[in-house]
């Protein structure tokens, strides 16, 4: 395996969309941030150097980093930030990922702009476990805020409501044809009649679960989240911030035609096409030498915005390709049950605040009834070395009051929630199984859960309330797929087991920007195992300091 070197500058960067500038943070210039290109099993070494004015983290999404959580990058929980001016070199340690998986910064809401793909190609003599497509395409969704991020997350923290919405849905960096000053910018795609592309996708919103669809075309899903699927031809896609796929298109429509791709958010406004919730970029074939027709490209169908069966069939229908030289391994012996409730909360305001949440209240999330209170050191230093006083161990398994959690009112009285630092402390290679379960306490929304340091198999999914006896029946222990984010449906609940292989300290939290804000996160920590080979690593010589 190779040793790769990248170099990330972060730096403010003017850039011009839907008729202003204004300077963004960026990596290298560049938005969205450059493609880290590698093969299984290679280790990247990337330089970041924090050349912008506020703290930074930078994380890999997906990567597991084996024994070696030092550079995994969510603040607070790993490695305290990056300060203005400070370098951090990272060691990005492969594995067994391969297939696309993404980067982006884990501090604040800076990973509006600080975001691009990880590709990770089959080691050199390997192949894809299908027919080499004829190119690969980047499909990076992202948003453009017409404010500064920073203030944007600062007025909807201390604002205690919902935060503002982004002013455009991009593809690419580009917000596409439906927008103001945006047409002679929007993306292209060119193809040629005949050949096949892998499209590697990733949602980089922040807030939202976008459909995606090609007009006049299908896609095939045969991977996700760097690991293979079983191919899945559909029409639409949904995919959830974190959340990445491969997918491969044939051009099979006639030379010189057009066609819109568009993605629209799910949870976004009721809408019509024409509004800040949908993106375009143009599929375009190549002509040789007629001209191009003019017409305006097919617009695809797409779901409903609100449509959660469509978002929901999508997503249970994704397998492990499952195959001898993909092969799987579902934990089947479980030795530790979790049932953790996901919730949207309100809290009371202080006396001196006015809160802008329902009822004048400020909006919190919880998990198992617990809003995770962000240290100001890093959980993984204070494990470590073995300093007291940063978080306590005793992460509730079961959810402290049952409830109906899916029942249409709920009672008010259900929404309190503690606020601490708590983590679930696992022995090495202990054998997990976790049921999300979503509340409908203030608003059952979907909550894409993405757990660092681990793949882990969804065995199963359904609306209403999870009930193991009826629904542990169901359980898909053949061929589930291997994620690292998954859409807990609303009003539903979703199953999965993994095997805490990997000793360390592992952020788990919903990857709507907004409810980890809120508190939705929480904090496995992974002993070491008896061997030598199974202890975490000593850290770096560049740990920032806080
Ligand atoms: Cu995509 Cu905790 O991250
Ligand atoms: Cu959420």
Redesign the pocket.
């Known amino acids: 395996a190779a040793v790769l070197q990248y170099t990330f500058m972060i730096q403010e960067t003017n850039y011009t969309r839907l008729c202003s500038s204004k300077n963004i943070l960026t990596v290298n210039g560049q938005f969205p941030g450059p493609t880290i290109t590698a093969r299984r099993g290679d280790t990247v070494i990337v330089d970041v150097i924090n050349g912008g004015d506020h703290n930074i983290t930078i994380h890999w999404h997906g990567v597991k980093q084996p024994r070696y959580p030092w550079s995994d990058g969510p603040e607070f929980v790993t490695q305290c930030p990056i300060q203005p001016g400070a370098n951090f070199s990272q060691r990005v340690l492969l594995s067994d990922e391969e297939g696309t998986l993404w980067w982006h910064a884990h501090s604040d809401w800076s990973r509006a702009t600080i975001h691009g793909l990880f590709v990770i190609l089959p080691r050199l003599g390997t192949t894809y476990p299908f027919p080499k497509p004829d190119a690969e395409v980047p499909v990076v969704l992202g948003e453009w805020w017409q404010n500064d991020i920073q203030t944007v997350f600062e007025d909807f923290i201390t604002g205690g409501g919902d935060p503002a919405s982004s002013d455009a849905l991009t593809i690419n960096g580009q917000p596409g044809d439906l927008y103001n000053c945006s047409s002679s910018e929007t993306t292209k795609i060119k193809v040629d009649e005949g050949k096949t592309y892998m499209l590697r996708m990733v949602n980089a919103a922040m807030n939202n679960i976008a459909f995606f669809a090609i007009a006049n075309h299908s896609l095939t899903v045969v991977g996700g989240d760097g690991a293979y699927m079983k191919p899945l031809i559909s029409n639409y896609i949904t995919i959830a911030p974190g959340q990445t796929l491969d997918l491969l298109l044939t051009a099979n429509q006639p030379a010189g035609g057009r066609y819109y791709m568009a993605a629209k958010l799910f949870n976004g406004q009721p809408s019509s096409l024409f509004d800040n919730t949908t993106t375009t970029a143009i599929l375009e074939y190549n002509t040789g030498n007629f001209t191009p027709s003019s017409r305006a490209p097919v617009f695809p169908s797409l779901p409903d915005f609100n449509d959660s069966n469509a978002s929901f069939n999508f997503t249970s229908r994704l397998r492990s390709l499952a195959t001898p030289e993909h092969p799987i391994d579902v934990p089947l012996n479980i030795k530790k049950t979790l049932l953790y409730t996901?919730s949207i909360n309100t809290v009371p305001c202080s006396v001196n605040e006015t809160c802008l949440g329902p009822g004048g209240r400020r909006f919190a999330?919880s998990i198992n009834n617990i809003t995770f209170d962000m240290p100001s050191t890093s959980v993984l230093g204070a494990y470590y070395r073995g300093i007291s006083g940063v978080y306590g161990n005793d992460f509730p398994d079961v959810p402290p009051f049952r409830f109906n959690y899916t029942a249409s009112s709920l009672n008010r009285s259900l929404q309190f929630p503690e606020t601490g630092t708590d983590v679930e402390m696992l022995k090495h290679n202990e054998t997990v199984e976790l049921v999300f379960q979503g509340t409908n306490l203030v608003a059952g929304?979907d909550?894409?859960m993405h757990l660092h340091g681990h793949s882990f198999y969804v065995v199963g999914s359904g609306f209403g309330n999870f009930n193991r006896k009826r629904d542990s029946l169901n359980y898909n222990l053949v061929d589930p797929p291997l994620m690292q984010t998954i859409a807990v449906p609303q009003n539903g609940w979703t199953a999965i087991r993994f095997k805490a292989d990997n000793p360390g300290v592992w952020f788990m939290h919903?990857h709507?920007e907004r409810?980890v804000s809120w508190g939705?996160g929480m904090v496995f920590i992974v002993r070491n195992g008896k061997s030598s080979n199974a202890r975490i690593l000593p850290p770096p010589p560049d740990m920032p300091p806080c």
Request: aromatic residues 0%; hydrophobic residues 55%; charged residues 0%.
């Open positions: 996901l999330a929304v909550h894409p919903c709507l409810h939705m």
